[in-house]
């Protein structure tokens, strides 16, 4: 099941350091099968005192695809460089099953599907 990682900038020490890391960075997310979802979009808090400044949302064909990514060989030297160059949070969580009986519990539930007018 599809996993994402969240990450948010909170504060950039090194912005050219940043410019090399978003250079590099989206072809060994791609390499392992990662994409893009929301570079710095649009966000409205709704409960709780986090206020994310910078959010990123990857996601990943799996749990363990995004744990390669972020352990592999090929991310090491960026990672280093993003954490070096910046001040922020990141984790990874996994998403909701794409089973037949769970996607007729969410639809029975209302859940998952269009809108409903």
Do not use: H
């Not at 090194?14 to 978003?22: C, E, G, P, S």
């Amino acid at each position: 099941m599809s996993s994402f990682f969240i990450f948010d900038n909170r504060q950039t020490l090194d912005q050219a350091a940043i410019d090399a890391y978003v250079a590099r960075a989206p072809a060994t997310v791609a390499a392992f099968g990662g994409v893009y979802r929301s570079i710095y979009g649009k966000m409205w808090v709704v409960e709780g005192d986090y206020r994310p400044l910078l959010p990123i949302i990857i996601e990943f064909p799996s749990f363990e695809q995004a744990k390669a990514w972020y352990e592999s060989d090929m991310y090491q030297e960026l990672k280093q460089l993003r954490v070096n160059a910046q001040v922020g949070t990141g984790y990874l969580v996994e998403g909701l099953p794409k089973l037949p009986w769970y996607a007729k519990l969410l639809a029975k539930l209302g859940i998952g599907g269009p809108p409903k007018r």
